[in-house]
């Protein structure tokens, strides 16, 4: 018995070059700003929030539901004062790209060498002992409760 024909059409190769590795390539999307993951939830909650109430059409949609599930689970940091702590943190290291701050606010690497192996950008950018001392800070602002 012979297998039906494939159902699904043929993924296109990715058009640009993008590549987060040693060298930042994020082609038209290299100096746009980069949220971390509860930054995203913070806002995405937020204007859902704000839509309910103003009595606006929320369409829960399921892309909606399961983007905003994903978020509220992988959001290292859950109340807003520890978001903005952490951004202020991040923001204060210019030397580093807005794209490797998000990535260290998402991450939230236990040490220097776990985020330069994450994120192999950073390598060149920043001493372990600053890396270090910036993750110490950031973890302390961790939180699993709202």
Do not use: W
């Amino acid at each position: 018995m012979a297998a039906p024909p494939p159902t699904s059409r043929k993924r296109e190769p990715p058009q640009g070059d993008e590549e987060a590795g040693a060298e930042l390539k994020l082609g038209e999307f290299q100096h746009v700003d980069a949220l971390t993951h509860s930054e995203a939830a913070l806002v995405i909650n937020a204007l859902v929030a704000k839509r309910k109430m103003d009595r606006k059409n929320v369409n829960d949609t399921e892309m909606l539901v399961k983007t905003i599930d994903y978020l509220d689970h992988f959001a290292r940091f859950k109340r807003k004062e520890n978001v903005e702590a952490v951004e202020r943190l991040l923001s204060a290291h210019q030397e580093l790209a807005k794209f490797e701050r998000a990535q260290l606010g998402t991450l939230c690497c236990e040490d220097a060498d776990e985020a330069k192996t994450l994120i192999p950008s950073l390598s060149d950018k920043i001493k372990d002992e600053d890396l270090q001392e910036l993750l110490n800070e950031i973890s302390k602002h961790r939180g699993y409760s709202r």
